[in-house]
């Protein structure tokens, strides 16, 4: 639950154009 609140609040920031790329950055670890 949280990976996701994480991504959503990267989006949020703007530090990722898109959700996809900020769980490919999470993902990666």
């Excluded at 994480?6 to 769980?23: C, F, M, P, Y």
């Amino acid at each position: 639950m949280e990976r996701e609140r994480i991504d959503v609040l990267l989006v949020g920031r703007g530090l990722v154009e898109s959700r996809s790329k900020a769980q490919a950055l999470i993902m990666a670890g």
